[in-house]
T-cell receptor, first 112, second 108 residues
Framework: KAGVTQTPRYLIKTRGQQVTLSCSPI?????VSWYQQTPGQGLQFLFE???????NKGNFPGRFSGRQFSNSRSEMNVSTLELGDSALYLC???????????FGQGTRLTVV | KQEVTQIPAALSVPEGENLVLNCSFT??????LQWFRQDPGKGLTSLLL?????REQTSGRLNASLDKSSGRSTLYIAASQPGDSATYLC???????FGDGTTLTVKP
C-alpha cells in the first residue's frame, strides 16, 4: 500500500509569490491534515479536511488555505509569501478521527 | 485548547539503557494518542497508537501507556540502540496538537 505522497519535495519561492503544495493520502483515507514545522515554533496544525470539507482549522492567517478533492487528494495554498513562511510542510492522512495518522515526507519551502 | 508538554526536551544515554519519555496533555477528552519519531528533515513515522479505552500498547522494544484521566502518556524504550536516535513526539487526537518532542541520542 503506497504511503502519503507530498509534492514537490523542495521548493524555492520569492517573497510575495504564491505557492501550492500537494498531498495524496493513503488509498481509502478520507482525512488529510496539514502542518507547518519550523525550528522556532515546532509542529503547528494548519487545517484538516475530511470528505472535501474543512473540519478543523488552526490559528494561521487567511493567506493559508486548502482544499480537498473528491479523490481525497489535498492541496494547500499560501499567497503573498513571507520570509517567515519558510518551513517544512507536512501532510498526514487517516481514515477517521479514531484512527492513527500517517505522515508524508514533507515539502521543504524556502522563501527568499 | 489542548496543550501538550514533553519531558525531557533532550536525553542522551549509552546504548543498551532502558528509558522513559513523558507526554502530558491538558484536555483529557481524547479519542486516542499517537507516538511518532522524526529523523532530521524527514516526516513523522508512527510508532504506536493507543485508543482512549486502552491502557497500553506494545510494539517490539516499545511500550506506550496512557492515563487519560491524569492527562499523561509514557513511551518506554527497552535496550536502546543508536538507531533509536531521533525526536519523539506525542499527539493526542482530536485537536491535532503536538508537543515540542524529546530529542533522544543513543551513544554507541
Amino acid at each position: 500500500k503506497a504511503g502519503v505522497t507530498q509534492t514537490p519535495r523542495y521548493l524555492i519561492k520569492t517573497r510575495g509569490q504564491q505557492v501550492t503544495l500537494s498531498c495524496s493520502p493513503i488509498s481509502g483515507h478520507r482525512s488529510v491534515s496539514w502542518y507547518q514545522q519550523t525550528p522556532g515554533q515546532g509542529l503547528q496544525f494548519l487545517f484538516e479536511y475530511f470528505s472535501e470539507t474543512q473540519r478543523n482549522k488552526g490559528n494561521f492567517p487567511g493567506r493559508f488555505s486548502g482544499r480537498q478533492f473528491s479523490n481525497s487528494r489535498s492541496e494547500m495554498n499560501v499567497s503573498t509569501l513571507e520570509l517567515g513562511d519558510s518551513a517544512l510542510y507536512l501532510c498526514a492522512s487517516s481514515s477517521g478521527q479514531g484512527d492513527g495518522a500517517f505522515f508524508g515526507q514533507g515539502t521543504r519551502l524556502t522563501v527568499v | 485548547k489542548q496543550e501538550v508538554t514533553q519531558i525531557p526536551a533532550a536525553l542522551s544515554v549509552p546504548e543498551g539503557e532502558n528509558l522513559v519519555l513523558n507526554c502530558s496533555f491538558t484536555d483529557s477528552a481524547i479519542y486516542n494518542l499517537q507516538w511518532f519519531r522524526q529523523d532530521p528533515g524527514k516526516g513523522l513515522t508512527s510508532l504506536l497508537l493507543i485508543q482512549s479505552s486502552q491502557r497500553e500498547q506494545t510494539s517490539g522494544r516499545l511500550n506506550a501507556s496512557l492515563d487519560k484521566s491524569s492527562g499523561r502518556s509514557t513511551l518506554y524504550i527497552a535496550a536502546s540502540q543508536p538507531g533509536d536516535s531521533a525526536t519523539y513526539l506525542c499527539a493526542p487526537k482530536p485537536k491535532s496538537t503536538f508537543g515540542d518532542g524529546t530529542t533522544l541520542t543513543v551513544k554507541p
